[in-house]
């Protein structure tokens, strides 16, 4: 069959297609003869069949597929099994409590209240991790509220943390610009 074109119509066509995968398998360098090729179509066939596709409605374009087989069932078609494991306990203690020596005092005259509002200003240019533009800060109130401590991207802990001496509600605004941490506080 060198130079017959395959034909999907006809008694023999599963023989052409063979007989062609096998001549294009050879033509690139890999020896598959087509008794194993007839046998790799037919385990694949079997795949088919126990994934519940039916070749037909494949053609007509109307195929469903269950895809919430667990990873074992996958595993058990593939010829695999995955190994069961067991969920793995973790404990996280969580620290509520502020360290007091962590804590650094605001200066009073940085600090500006009117009505429900507190103005704060922070000098951040000695902080060797806050660049000038404040890139990668971010400002997280702790401690129900009263506390203030930043944050720099990349570091699981904050770089300083002030005592606020009051409850805050939220943040309104905020911006650091030379080093210099200019905030206003709902309160």
Request: glycine content about 6%; proline content about 4%.
């Amino acid at each position: 069959m060198s130079e017959k074109k395959f034909t999907p119509s006809g008694d023999d066509w599963e023989e052409q297609l063979i007989e062609q995968l096998t001549k294009m398998f050879q033509d690139m360098g890999m020896p598959i003869d087509s008794n194993t090729l007839r046998t790799m179509m037919n385990q694949i066939q079997s795949q088919f069949d126990e994934m519940g596709i039916d070749p037909e409605k494949m053609v007509e374009g109307k195929v469903e597929l269950n895809l919430e087989a667990t990873m074992n069932d996958i595993a058990k078609m593939m010829g695999g099994k995955f190994p069961k494991q067991e969920p793995v306990e973790v404990e996280i203690e969580t620290k509520d409590e502020i360290n007091e020596s962590e804590l650094v005092p605001l200066n009073e005259d940085d600090i500006f209240i009117n009505d429900d509002l507190m103005i704060l200003t922070i000098d951040c240019s000695r902080m060797a991790d806050i660049d000038d533009s404040g890139k990668g800060v971010e400002i997280i109130l702790t401690s129900d509220n009263s506390v203030l401590s930043l944050m720099v991207e990349g570091r699981p802990r904050p770089v300083k943390k002030y005592n606020l001496g009051r409850v805050v509600t939220n943040i309104e605004e905020w911006s650091i610009n030379n080093g210099i941490l200019d905030m206003t506080l709902n309160i």
